[in-house]
């Protein structure tokens, strides 16, 4: 009884965080990359950027919470000539909840780690 | 070789090979230090090579976006990568290393090498090298050094016995001199104390006077020196001497040295008392129990006070020989069995009478046993076994 119960719970947990998951990768989709798609600023790149700069997942996530919130080419993660061909972003309207949420689902969207191999 | 340039020659080869050892230990181990760190240096080199290898390529893989990113490893060594705070992203080792030290260190088996990664390519900010230390080069040292060790061990253990007989000559030179002299003089003695001995055994035989009182002391003189004669001569052949071990009855040898002591003992006005189990044997050269006998005796004799009492007691199981004599301090009865050691110089002698009882109770197994008191007496007491 003790095994169905737990293989019961484990189903409902994978089956509901799959659906989170889809759900958040559908709206950071809609509500981030599809301006990005559409102007052309390839999200992996602004990702490496992230990632070389500021090297764990913990402050990738701050850094760009804060630039989301008040953007500044003083703490843009890009270069000042990229700012001569494209705008300055608007402040996005999300909650810190949600915001917070869609910058994990974009961090684990482009996780280098997940295709890292071992040579064979 | 004699014993104490023996035991000269081994306290002073004791001191030198240990300082020498000591010197030559510390000298090996800083040079086994500085030498092993060359040696890990030497390894550690492949490992900065590696090292910078790896960044290059971390650096292409950040740049490119295929789907699956082949990590550089390699065969003869073990990469990971960490992030800013130190936590592991990806890595060739079987168990994830934990990142603590920077720069490089060493354990038993493995040689570490981390370098900082900047830019901080794949989010790497730290990158650590391992590889496990090839011992070869160290063990060859170690066997060098253990070999020079030796080889110094075995050449200054030579010189320290050279430096030493050098040393002690002089030593021996004078006891070699002393022991001619003694023999030298102790067999001039030996003619005229016979005859003096056999004339006065002659004169109380076959003599027409009664047994002066000068007779008498020249009788005792005369067998004073006829037992230091006895004794000298003993000490000299001692390590040539082939004992004959035979029965000894003891009793009786103690009652016959009692009589040839008794005008020593009666013209100190001693009271002799003897308390004798009859026909005690022992396996014995007789020849060394009469130099035990001898020795306690005559020096009870000697060391005791005008009108005081020896008493002689013989058991199953030991000899005691009690005085009523001056005595022997405290601090002096440690040393007091060793060669010309004498505890009173107010009567005459070597200080060779323990000596002897000494050597004769060592060589038959037997146990020595000197209680004294100053000014009250002293209590000698050998134990036939151990």
Redesign the interface.
Known sequence: MGKVIFLFTLLCILVNAQDVSLEDKQQLQRECLQCHVEQQIPS?LIY?RY??????F??MQKAIFSYIKTPDQKHSIMPPQFFLKFPMKEALTLDDEKLQKMIECYLNTFD??K?????Q | MLNSEQSSLVRFLLIYLGSTFLLFSLASWIFYASAKHDLLDQQRETLEYQSENIKSKLRLL??S?????????GNSFDSAIF???K?Y??G?FENKPTLEQSDHYYDEKRLYHVVKIE???????YLMVSKEIDKSPIATLQEKIIWFMLGAGLFFAALGYFLGRLFTAPMRDSIEQMNHFIQDTTHELNTPISTILTNIEMIETYGKHEKSEELQRIEIASKTLSRIYEDLTYLNLNHDYHRQIESVDITKMIEERIVYFSAMAQSRGLTIKLELIPKKILEMDPNDGVRLIDNLLSNAIKYNKTKGTLTVKLTEESLRIIDTGIGIAQKDLKGISKRFKRANKSEGGFGIGLDIVNQVVNSYGFVLHITSQLQKGTEVEIRWEK
């Open positions: 992996t490496r990632l070389m700069k500021y090297s764990t913990e402050r280098v780690k295709k890292l191999v071992l040579p | 950040h740049k976006f295929d789907d699956t990113l082949i990590y550089p490893g992030d800013l705070d936590a992203i990806f060739t830019p901080h390519y794949l989010g790497a900010a």
